[in-house]
T-cell receptor
Framework: SQKIEQNSEALNIQEGKTATLTCNYT??????LQWYRQDPGRGPVFLLL?????KEKRKERLKVTFDTTLKQSLFHITASQPADSATYLC????????????FGGGTRLMVKP | EAGVTQFPSHSVIEKGQTVTLRCDPI?????LYWYRRVMGKEIKFLLH????????ESGMPNNRFLAERTGGTYSTLKVQPAELEDSGVYFC??????????FGPGTRLLVL
């Protein structure tokens, strides 16, 4: 069955360091992959989208890579700040699942000052 | 530009009662989606409207759930009768094309 895995353990890092979050998937051929941020009590907020034919995408301090051979996406936040503390969700769209989003469980990031 | 809005923000009902959730998408967005997150689980797709038509309702759990989008603007999701396992957060999202989806703040439903 289709599966999306994100590290369910919280990631704790020091302010100023680079945070790297992982999203692995199986039995899936997504047309694109998206990363969302979710704060407690709020809905997911779109951050970045990367298509299957793209290797890397950047937006300000954010970088996403997409390896369709490894079936993995990495999400990097450089020069992390306490305000980056949130849960980050990986979502796959398109391909074999139509254009609904299929979400991973999310990884909670804590950036300490 | 106003984002996706959902009403109510919270609802507490008893098992067997009916609840109706409302979603107002971003103006001009033809695509409207409903998702749900139950405790401890990931966000799961329920259904997708394109304008007033149901494009995909493969995620609807059972026939106690009824979604409508009359006129292709706002949408309602009715749960009747509600069961304990329906508790969770119901999210609505909208999109212009078929890529980026913009989410509302969610409705937190608790069935007692």
């Amino acid at each position: 069955s289709q599966k999306i895995e994100q590290n369910s353990e919280a990631l704790n890092i020091q302010e100023g360091k680079t945070a790297t979050l992982t999203c692995n998937y199986t039995n899936y051929s997504p047309a694109y992959l998206q990363w969302y941020r979710q704060d407690p009590g709020r809905g997911p907020v779109f951050l970045l989208l990367i298509r299957e034919n793209e290797k890397e995408k950047r937006k300000e301090r954010l970088k996403v890579t997409f390896d369709t051979t490894l079936k993995q996406s990495l999400f990097h936040i450089t020069a992390s700040q306490p305000a980056d503390s949130a849960t980050y969700l990986c979502a796959l769209e398109g391909g074999s699942a139509g254009n609904m989003l299929t979400f991973g469980g999310g990884t909670r990031l804590m950036v300490k000052p | 530009e106003a984002g996706v809005t959902q009403f109510p923000s919270h609802s507490v009902i008893e098992k067997g009662q009916t609840v109706t959730l409302r979603c107002d998408p971003i103006s001009g967005h033809d695509n409207l989606y409903w998702y749900r997150r139950v405790m401890g689980k990931e966000i799961k797709f329920l259904l997708h409207f394109v304008k007033e038509s149901k494009q995909d309702e493969s995620g609807m759990p059972n026939n106690r759930f009824l979604a409508e989008r009359t006129g292709g603007t706002y949408s309602t999701l009715k749960v009747q009768p509600a069961e304990l396992e329906d508790s969770g957060v119901y999210f609505c999202a909208s999109s212009h094309g078929l890529e980026t989806q913009y989410f509302g703040p969610g409705t937190r439903l608790l069935v007692l």
